[in-house]
Structure formats: C-alpha cells, structure tokens
C-alpha cells in the first residue's frame, strides 16, 4: 500500500523523540532526565499537591505519574505524605529534590537556547502555534 503523505503521528513523534534526546543529552550531567526535571518543576510549582492534580497539571493519568513519582522518591527527590483526606496523597519536593532541580536548572536552560538558537524566534512561536492547534484536534 502506498500512501500520499508521510504519517503526521510518526513525524510528531519523531520530533518529540529527537528534542527529548537533546535535552536528556544537555540535563545528563544532573542526573536527571528531561521528563523527570520537568515532573519536578510541576512538583515546586503546584505542590504539596495531590497526585489527581499534579496529573492534571502535567497532563498524565494518575497511573503513569504515580509511577514516575515512585522512581523521584527512590532517589529521594519527592516525598509523599497524607492529605486532609486520609485517602489523598500529596507530593512535594524534599530538599534534596530542591538541590537537584536547582542545579539542573541551568542546563535546561542551555537546552532551550540551543532549541531557541536552532528555530528562532518566529518559527518557535509558529512551532507553539501549531501543538496548540494539534493538541485541540486531539481532545
């Protein structure tokens, strides 16, 4: 079967993939990886928060994020403790957590310039521009 046109998911993905390398590349000498660097940030940002709106905040279902909260509190980086219902539990960052996301903080940042420096200024708004509008037909 021949199609007319190259599969929109596979390129989408391709991307994502080829970006989530550069930052893991950049952010390897924290230790961290870009998914778990960005959980962090979410963390410091809405937390102690529950894990229904952390997943929320950062688009993943309660499953995917528990998850990957479990691996940020083997490293000692997250802890959870009870919330006002006995049944909720809520994540925050520990100090050690802090320490991490503030040393990696700079090398996210060369991260970005090196994406900002790769596209520019216009084609990074029309990038935005374009998820936004990808990420409307999806939901």
Avoid at 33 to 45: C, D, G, P, W
Avoid at 90 to 108: I, N, S
Avoid at 115 to 122: F, N
Wanted: neutral net charge.
């Amino acid at each position: 079967m021949k199609t007319s046109s190259p599969c929109y998911c596979v390129t989408v993905r391709r991307a994502a993939q080829t970006v989530t390398q550069l930052y893991d590349t950049v952010l390897a000498p924290s230790g961290l990886k870009v998914t778990q660097f960005s959980l962090l940030r979410a963390v410091a940002r809405h937390g102690p928060a529950s894990i229904s709106t952390l997943a929320a905040a950062v688009y993943l279902d309660r499953t995917t994020l528990g998850r990957n909260l479990h691996v940020l509190e083997c490293e000692g980086l997250v802890s959870f403790a009870s919330g006002a219902d006995l049944r909720e539990r809520m994540v925050q960052l520990t100090d050690k957590g802090e320490a991490a996301l503030a040393a990696a903080a700079p090398l996210w940042e060369q991260a970005q310039a090196m994406v900002r420096e790769a596209l520019g200024k216009e084609q990074l708004e029309a990038l935005a521009t374009l998820l936004a509008q990808l990420a409307a037909v999806a939901s």
